[in-house]
């Protein structure tokens, strides 16, 4: 971890100071590019640089990753520009997550892009050389994800910034973005190390790689590949599930054998605001309908359970369900939780905070000032990736039915029956990936590329008592893809605009 936070100054220097632009990352301060790119130290300041791109809002800093889950059926957020997705009433100008994810993701990609660019000028040793690029050409890859993910297509940038030219550039489709970042991931695999060590914590590995691949072929709708580069990382036994789910995001077990790849936080220099958001400010309100997917402890759902009590709902659930969330009458924080401690629908999120159940912390975390690194990939993600994957590939096989067996053992649950048709597990896979992932922000890529959103977000949502919150829209022949934002379009006249947002 060192190595990712030493040589701030030299980080400074080569950041950009982007103002309003998008792609206005020139230097500013005392070293040029003429004068910058001549040892190591430089080369590696620049690499970490990219790293910390990572942490801005928009991609994985702030609260966006645990904010997602309010525009999903899992959570609510009672005024926030989420909320606005949430309800279908956002554009290209009203929702500044839209622009601030447009913008960091170009930030991470100048920064990359710039490294590339430069580091064959440096005398160093090639082959850290060649893993430093390797390092800028996986990020670039992740930095671009979101650009192909959420908007369906921007410009494809693969030169160091230079506002001037690159303000005039079209859009490119999914498809060039799409061959793009999986060319990155394949000429990356060959200089990054199996796995991290010393004061490379933190940093990208084959297994990261790899498994990113898997998400991105995954969410192309390339089943095959995806499993193929899933098994990958299931077959190089690099990673395993850490046993203890509730333990898993503590923080004095950061770097576990289940943590494939994450964004480095550190107090006080890189912080971010989850904690305060889903405790104290109840930001992320969990909602009923994920509250009540929780199976029983017999592995069936709570409609079909005789385990099930519904004068004492939250007892013989699924154990994630208050490792995951705090309910009524439960332990967090080293006391009960009271009616009305979370006001907005009676639930709170657990996950991504720093406080325990049996524990009563000191003080309150204050607002942004959580170092709780975020988990981008984890293993148990990786074996639900295969199974879903695999089970669209072929149907059900033996494999996928080990996957999950892993994943429902950790989490003290019986397995999955067998013998289900190819419809019937994908129900089941769908189903575990959301509690398994619960609270984590993947579901809102879920059910947009399941094409579920439509139905599932089309809907009045509810509290605990049943009083009504919102209303919520989802707009089929608009809403699967974001607006680019009207401030990159001011910018760039020659950006089209996503059907039916207007300009």
Known sequence: MQRYYNLLFLIVVITSSCGDRFLDVTPTDRFTTDTYWKTREHAEAALNATYAALLQTGLYGGNTPVMLETITPNAYSYSSDYNKIAEGIHDAANASIVNTTWKSAYTGIGRANNLLAHIDAISMDSTLKQQYKAEAKFLRAVFYFPLWNLFGGAPLILDPPDFATQSTLPRNDTTALLTQILKDLDESLAALPAAPSGNDKGHATK??????????????????????????????????????????????????????????????????????????????????????????????????????????????????????????????????????????????????????????????????????????????????????????????????????????????????????????????????????????????????????????????????????????????????????????IQENPQLTQNNNYGK
């Open 207 to 488: 297994g990261a790689a790899l498994a990113f691949k898997a998400k991105v072929l995954l969410y192309a709708g390339r089943y095959q590949e995806a499993a193929d580069a899933a098994r990958t990382v299931i077959n190089s036994k690099v990673f395993s599930l850490y046993p203890d789910y509730r333990a898993l995001f503590y923080l004095e077990n950061e770097g576990n054998t289940e943590v494939i790849f994450d964004a480095q936080f550190k107090s006080p220099e890189f912080t971010h605001g989850m904690d305060i958001a889903l405790d104290e400010y109840n930001s992320v309100a969990p909602l009923p309908d994920v509250i009540n997917d929780y199976y029983a402890i017999d592995g069936k759902p709570i409609s079909m359970s005789a385990k099930y009590d519904a004068a004492h709902p939250y007892e013989n659930r699924d154990p994630r369900l208050q490792q995951t969330y705090t309910v009524i009458g439960s332990q967090y924080k080293g006391a009960i939780v009271k009616e009305g401690q979370y006001p907005r629908t009676g639930y709170g999120q657990k996950k991504y905070t720093v406080y325990k159940d049996n524990v009563k912390p000191p003080a309150t975390i204050a607002d942004g000032q959580s170092e709780l690194n975020y988990i981008i990939l984890r293993y148990a993600d990786v074996l639900l990736m295969y199974a879903e994957a695999q089970n669209e590939a072929t149907g059900p096989d033996a494999s996928i039915y080990s996957a999950l067996h892993e994943i429902r053992f950790r989490a003290g649950m019986p397995d999955i029956s067998t013998g289900l048709s190819k419809e019937l597990l994908r129900t089941e896979i769908r189903h575990e990936r959301r509690i398994e992932l619960a609270g984590e922000g993947l579901y809102y890529f879920d059910i947009r590329r399941w094409k579920t959103a439509a139905a599932l977000m089309t809907t009045d949502i509810y509290n605990y008592k049943g009083e009504r919150l919102d209303t919520r829209t989802f707009n089929p022949l608009r809403d699967y893809l974001w607006p680019v934002p009207s401030i990159a």
